[in-house]
């Protein structure tokens, strides 16, 4: 390999000149010659104008690259007539103006293919031009994924939007993990349990792998019933005490919802030509499914109540009293029923309903779920999808409707020989 192009990008912020060079195949090596024309059928990305706060890398817990929330998907070709605003631009400058490199997205498609991962974060950072052409080499590259979901989703879910996003791994926080975002507005499939994912391969792997999302879908403002459980027995030895999702989500007509499409994690990088939407599959939805979750039926009926003068080990009261003095200053939300059922491991269920639209103090909406945040009624809602085995995925909060309904199960230690409400009588 030899080096077929190089440049000079000049910081934003003045000081010295960053020299570039780009290295490529020998089938690229008329690229130098072929920038040097300044050709128009050169392929960049435009202007500054996608540029925002909020898509700027940082060490921030997660990273956007490019957010395009409430906007319809971009066609290639219209992002081509926006590329050529690069073009243009580099054909009018002065000999004395701040020069910049054509990146060609050939070789831009090689780097990204090579250092998938933090390298390609920082690639993004070396100026504009670079920024943008990743970007674009990006979309384009997946442009094949958007055209299978529409493909076998139709009259189930129309795309909306899409962004690519970086967060970071527990534990290697030197390697990000890059998801493409999908969101989609949900229009069909109402009284089923849908069943959607995609299937791909690793690089230089051979065997095929794939990913499940199940939902519910309901008549437009129909209330919801999300389900949430916290471990805090210590039994499976795991100190994070995160609330995760316990149920199968629910989203009514005219919700958005996003699918996590994973292109790098702490294992390797996709093939991501490889990546495959797979057809959705239904269920009908029975009544008890969209009530009850698989700790209801640990205990079937064995269920019982708990209120202030009740007979119950000191330790459920104290956890109530907790519960109870979060949601004091929060009227947001209201407490339908509270019970409890287990011994050794005892597991609370208290039924909250959502009264009043705003954000839930983050206390309480860290310890009941990931963050609440109540709509109006009528309001559309967005969530992203967990995948089918997982009980934490990518971090999001939750947004809620007035009218919709929480179950929280909390599960803990139970009243055991060192609480003093079950000592024996001496």
Request: hydrophobic share 35%.
């Amino acid at each position: 390999m030899g080096s077929v192009c190089s440049g000079i990008c000049k910081p934003r912020s003045g000081g010295k000149n960053l020299q570039c060079n780009v290295f490529s195949n020998t089938e690229l090596n008329n690229l130098h010659n072929h920038n040097s024309k300044r050709s128009s059928k050169s392929t960049l990305i435009s202007p500054a104008k996608s540029y925002s706060k909020d898509s700027d890398i940082s060490t921030s817990s997660s990273v956007v690259f490019r957010l395009e929330k409430n906007k319809f998907l971009p066609s290639v070709s219209n992002k081509k007539s926006i590329v050529d605003g690069w073009i243009s631009q580099r054909n009018s400058i002065d000999s004395d103006a701040e020069p910049f490199l054509i990146l060609d997205t050939r070789v831009a498609l090689l780097l990204i293919n090579y250092l998938m991962g933090q390298d390609v974060l920082n690639l993004r950072q070396i100026c504009r031009v670079w920024r943008d052409i990743i970007d674009y080499t990006l979309d384009i590259h997946l442009e094949h994924i958007i055209a299978q979901f529409k493909c076998h989703y139709k009259g189930l879910l129309e795309p909306v939007s899409k962004f690519i996003k970086a967060s970071p791994i527990y534990n290697r926080p030197n390697e990000p993990r890059i998801d493409l975002i999908i969101t989609a507005k949900v229009i069909g499939g109402v009284g089923m349990i849908n069943n959607i994912g995609y299937k791909f391969k690793y690089k230089g792997k051979t065997q095929c792998y794939g990913e499940q999302f199940h939902f519910q879908s309901l008549r437009q403002g129909s209330n919801r019933m999300l389900f949430f459980e916290r471990d805090e027995s210590h039994v499976y030895t795991d100190d994070i005490k995160m609330p995760v999702i316990a149920g199968v989500h629910q989203f009514c007509v005219g919700d958005f919802l996003q699918i996590p499409i994973n292109l790098h994690n702490a294992y390797s990088t996709v093939d991501m030509p490889s990546i495959e939407v797979m057809p959705c599959r239904q269920s009908v939805c029975s009544v008890r499914q969209m009530e009850t979750c698989h700790i209801d039926s640990m205990y079937d009926e064995n269920w019982e109540q708990i209120t202030q003068t009740s007979d119950k080990p000191q330790k459920l009261i104290d956890i109530m009293n907790k519960i109870n003095s979060l949601l004091k200053d929060n009227n947001k939300l209201m407490i339908l029923s509270a019970d409890h059922a287990g011994y050794d491991v005892a597991t609370i269920r208290l039924r909250l309903i959502a009264v009043e639209s705003g954000k839930i103090c983050e206390e309480l909406g860290r310890y009941v779920a990931q963050g609440i945040e109540v709509f109006p009624a009528k309001a559309p809602i967005t969530g992203i999808l967990t995948r089918k085995g997982l009980t934490q995925d990518l971090y999001t909060t939750t947004q809620l409707r007035m009218g919709d309904i929480i179950n929280f199960y909390l599960q803990t230690v139970g009243a055991g020989p060192e609480d003093p409400t079950c000592a024996e009588p001496s």
